[in-house]
C-alpha cells in the first residue's frame, strides 16, 4: 500500500471508467477494483470522474430518494475501507445535506468522509438539464490533504472563472477535475481552450479526468488529460477506452509540475466512427441485449450500421436480414450478400411479396377506386418493419433501425416501418458524412473494434446512386435535393439556427432552402417517435433540438428587421423598472 507521501510529492490516479447510470453495487465495486489496482501502483489519491457513483447522466432518477440513499450508503462503505492506509479517494456522487440535493465530490481518506465540495455552475443547455435536479453549492475552497491543498471544480465550474478564481484566492496548489463530458466533434480543443484559460488565470497546473462509454444517446470518450501551470500538456489519456493511469507531481519553487503517459487521441471522422461503435456497444450491453438485428438492404446505410455493429459486438452477434420486393435489384442482393460475408456475419433473404400482397388486399375495400400512391410503397416499409420487430422478439435481440440524419431532418423515412427499432447509431450522421465514414472504415477501424480489417463495404455500394427501392427505378434525389446540397442547407438550419435569410445570402437558392425548411418542420412528429441514436454533431435530434410538434411559425425568408429600441425605452423596461 502507498505511504503518505512527503508535502513535495503525489501520485495521483485518474480512473477514466465506464460506470452505468442506476448501477450504483457495480460502480462501487468498479471503484473498489480501480481503488486496487492504483494501490499496485503506489497512489496517494484516485480521481474519479463527476457523479461516477450513479452514473452520468442521471436525470431524474437522482430525485429518488431511495437512489440518493444507495449513493450514499456505497460512499460511506467505500469511506471506511480508506483506513487501510491505501489510497485517498475523490468520489463524485449526488448528495443530500439539509434537504438539498447537491452534484458533489467526496474526498474519502483514512476511514472518513475527510472533506465534501459541491458543483457551482449547474449546466442547463444543449444536453444538460442539471438545474432541474440539483440545488448550486456555494463557491469552493481548497480541501487538504495531506498538507497540499487541492482544489476541485466540478466540470462546467472550469468553464466561467468564478469557481477557480477563488480556489486560487484560498490558497489552492492543484486543480483536480472531475467531469463527465459528453463527446462531439470539436469539443476535445474547446475544453482543453478552457482549461489553459483557466490554468493562465490561476497560475495552477489542472488535471482533467473525463468519463468514458455510452448512456443512451450520449457517448463520453474520456481523453483525460493534464496541463502544467504554464499551459503545457503534462498527460495524455487515450479516447474511447477505459483506462487507469498515474500522474506524478513535484513541488519546485515554480509551485507544483505533472509527468504522465501521453497518449494520441481519435480526432475528426476517426472519432465520430468510435463514438459511433462506443454508443451502440454499450446501449446493447448495458441493456443485455444478446446481440442486434437489422434489415440489410443493399444501400449505404446499412452496410455502415452492419460494419459499426460488428466492430462493437463482433460477428457472431450481428444478424442481417435481407427483405426483398419485387423492385428490389438484384445488385443490391448482390451488395448485401458481399458486404454481410466481408463482415463475417448471419445473413439471411426473408421476401415480403405475400406480406406485402396480404395488407394490399386487406386495404383493397377502402381503396377502392384510388390511384396508388406513396402510401402503397409505405406499406412495404411497414411489412419489413414488422418482419424485423417479429424476429427481434422472437430471439431477443436488439433491432438497429439505420436512418441517417439527412432522412430524420426531411422526414424521407416511414413511420412503423424503416423508422422501427430501438436504437440508431447514425442517426446524427448527415448522408455526406455516411459516404465519408465508409470510405474510412475501408482502410481503417477504431482500436478495440470487433470487426475484420480491410475493405468491409462493397465500393459499389459507395459509388451507386442511393434508392429506397420502393419503386421501378426509384432514386433518392426524385424526392430529396443532391445530398451535398442538402445537407449543408441542414447543417446551418439545425446546427446553426441560421435564419434563412441568411442562408440565400451565401449563395443558396431561396426556393430550395424554403423547400428543405418546409420538410424540417413537417417531419418533428416523425423525430418525436424515432429510436434513439448516437449523439456527433453539436445539435442532435432528441436532447439537443427539442422543438414543439404542434407550430405555426415559419421562417418566411425576408430580411430580420432590426429591434426598436425606441419603444423598450418607452416603457421604461429597464432594470429599475421592476424594483418595487
Known amino acids: 500500500m502507498a505511504m503518505t507521501s512527503p508535502a513535495n510529492k503525489l501520485s495521483i490516479a485518474i480512473a477514466q471508467l465506464n460506470p452505468t447510470v442506476g448501477d450504483v453495487a457495480g460502480n462501487a465495486e468498479k471503484a473498489r477494483q480501480a481503488r486496487a489496482e492504483a494501490a499496485r501502483?503506489?497512489?496517494?489519491?484516485?480521481?474519479?470522474?463527476?457523479?461516477?457513483?450513479?452514473?452520468?447522466?442521471?436525470?431524474?432518477?437522482?430525485?429518488?430518494?431511495?437512489?440518493?440513499?444507495?449513493?450514499?450508503?456505497?460512499?460511506?462503505?467505500?469511506?471506511?475501507?480508506?483506513?487501510?492506509?491505501?489510497?485517498?479517494?475523490?468520489?463524485?456522487?449526488?448528495?443530500?445535506?439539509?434537504?438539498?440535493?447537491?452534484?458533489?465530490?467526496?474526498?474519502?481518506?483514512?476511514?472518513?468522509?475527510?472533506?465534501?465540495?459541491?458543483?457551482?455552475?449547474?449546466?442547463?443547455?444543449?444536453?444538460?438539464?442539471?438545474?432541474?435536479?440539483?440545488?448550486?453549492?456555494?463557491?469552493?475552497?481548497?480541501?487538504?490533504?495531506?498538507?497540499?491543498?487541492?482544489?476541485?471544480?466540478?466540470?462546467?465550474?472550469?468553464?466561467?472563472?468564478?469557481?477557480?478564481?477563488?480556489?486560487?484566492?484560498?490558497?489552492?496548489?492543484?486543480?483536480?477535475?472531475?467531469?463527465?463530458?459528453?463527446?462531439r466533434r470539436g469539443v476535445v480543443d474547446e475544453r482543453l481552450n478552457v482549461s489553459v484559460a483557466r490554468v493562465?488565470?490561476?497560475?495552477?497546473?489542472?488535471?482533467?479526468?473525463?468519463?468514458?462509454?455510452?448512456?443512451?444517446?450520449?457517448?463520453?470518450?474520456?481523453?483525460?488529460?493534464?496541463l502544467n501551470a504554464d499551459g503545457s500538456r503534462a498527460m495524455q489519456l487515450p479516447s474511447f477506452e477505459e483506462t487507469i493511469a498515474i500522474s506524478t507531481w513535484t513541488r519546485g519553487n515554480d509551485g507544483w509540475r505533472c509527468e504522465g503517459p501521453i497518449n494520441t487521441i481519435a480526432e475528426g471522422d476517426e472519432a465520430d466512427y468510435a463514438a459511433c461503435v462506443l454508443g451502440l456497444r454499450d446501449y446493447v450491453e448495458k441493456n443485455r441485449f444478446p446481440g442486434v438485428v437489422f434489415g440489410m438492404s443493399g444501400g449505404i446505410d446499412s452496410a455502415l450500421c452492419a460494419a459499426i455493429a460488428t466492430d462493437?459486438?463482433?460477428?457472431?452477434?450481428?444478424?442481417?436480414?435481407?427483405l426483398p420486393y419485387r423492385y428490389t435489384s438484384q445488385e443490391s442482393l448482390d451488395d448485401a450478400k458481399q458486404a454481410t460475408a466481408a463482415?463475417?456475419?448471419?445473413?439471411?433473404?426473408?421476401?415480403?411479396?405475400?406480406?406485402?400482397?396480404?395488407?394490399?388486399?386487406?386495404?383493397?375495400?377502402?381503396?377502392?377506386g384510388?390511384?396508388?400512391?406513396?402510401?402503397?410503397?409505405?406499406?412495404?416499409?411497414?411489412?419489413?418493419?414488422?418482419?424485423?420487430?417479429?424476429?427481434?422478439?422472437?430471439?431477443?435481440?436488439?433491432?438497429?433501425t439505420t436512418g441517417n440524419k439527412s432522412?430524420?431532418?426531411?422526414?424521407?423515412?416511414?413511420?412503423?416501418?424503416?423508422?422501427?427499432?430501438?436504437?440508431?447509431?447514425?442517426?446524427?450522421l448527415y448522408k455526406t458524412e455516411v459516404f465519408r465514414l465508409s470510405r474510412l472504415r475501408n482502410s481503417w477501424k477504431p482500436p478495440g473494434a470487433l470487426g475484420p480489417d480491410g475493405e468491409v463495404i462493397p465500393v459499389n455500394i459507395i459509388d451507386k446512386p442511393p434508392t429506397a427501392e420502393l419503386r421501378e427505378n426509384q432514386k433518392d434525389q426524385d424526392s430529396l435535393p443532391p445530398y451535398d446540397m442538402l445537407d449543408a442547407i441542414l447543417n446551418r438550419l439545425v446546427e446553426r439556427e441560421e435564419p434563412i435569410a441568411t442562408i440565400v445570402a451565401a449563395g443558396y437558392d431561396r426556393d430550395l432552402v424554403l423547400r428543405v425548411d418546409r420538410m424540417l418542420n413537417l417531419a418533428e412528429y416523425k423525430r418525436r417517435q424515432a429510436a434513439p441514436g448516437v449523439k456527433v454533431t453539436l445539435k442532435n435530434f432528441g436532447r439537443d433540438r427539442r422543438y414543439p410538434i404542434v407550430n405555426r411559425f415559419r421562417d418566411t425568408g425576408e430580411a430580420l428587421p432590426q429591434p426598436d429600441q425606441s419603444l423598450v425605452a418607452a416603457a421604461g423596461a429597464t432594470s429599475d423598472a421592476y424594483d418595487l
Open 41 to 183: 501502483l503506489g497512489a496517494d489519491l484516485i480521481l474519479f470522474p463527476e457523479l461516477f457513483m450513479a452514473g452520468y447522466p442521471p436525470e431524474d432518477l437522482v430525485l429518488k430518494p431511495a437512489f440518493q440513499s444507495a449513493c450514499r450508503t456505497a460512499v460511506e462503505k467505500l469511506a471506511r475501507e480508506t483506513a487501510d492506509g491505501g489510497p485517498a479517494v475523490l468520489m463524485g456522487t449526488p448528495w443530500v445535506e439539509n434537504r438539498k440535493l447537491y452534484n458533489a465530490v467526496a474526498l474519502l481518506d483514512e476511514g472518513k468522509i475527510a472533506a465534501l465540495r459541491y458543483k457551482v455552475d449547474l449546466p442547463n443547455y444543449g444536453v444538460f438539464d442539471e438545474k432541474r435536479v440539483f440545488t448550486p453549492g456555494p463557491l469552493p475552497g481548497p480541501v487538504n490533504f495531506r498538507g497540499v491543498r487541492i482544489g476541485v471544480p466540478i466540470c462546467e465550474d472550469i468553464w466561467g472563472p468564478d469557481p477557480v478564481e477563488c480556489i486560487a484566492e484560498t490558497g489552492g496548489e492543484i486543480l483536480l477535475v472531475p467531469n463527465a463530458s459528453p463527446y
Open 200 to 226: 493562465v488565470d490561476a497560475k495552477l497546473p489542472l488535471l482533467y479526468v473525463n468519463q468514458v462509454g455510452g448512456q443512451d444517446e450520449l457517448v463520453f470518450e474520456g481523453a483525460s488529460f493534464a
Open 312 to 322: 462493437a459486438l463482433g460477428p457472431k452477434r450481428v444478424r442481417a436480414v435481407m
Open 343 to 368: 463482415l463475417g456475419i448471419s445473413y439471411e433473404v426473408l421476401p415480403i411479396v405475400t406480406a406485402v400482397e396480404g395488407l394490399t388486399q386487406a386495404l383493397q375495400p377502402a381503396f377502392a
Open 370 to 400: 384510388l390511384k396508388p400512391d406513396v402510401t402503397e410503397e409505405n406499406l412495404q416499409a411497414r411489412a419489413r418493419g414488422t418482419i424485423l420487430m417479429a424476429m427481434s422478439n422472437k430471439f431477443g435481440s436488439m433491432l438497429v
Open 407 to 428: 432522412e430524420m431532418s426531411t422526414g424521407y423515412a416511414t413511420l412503423y416501418g424503416d423508422m422501427n427499432g430501438g436504437f440508431n447509431p447514425i442517426k446524427d
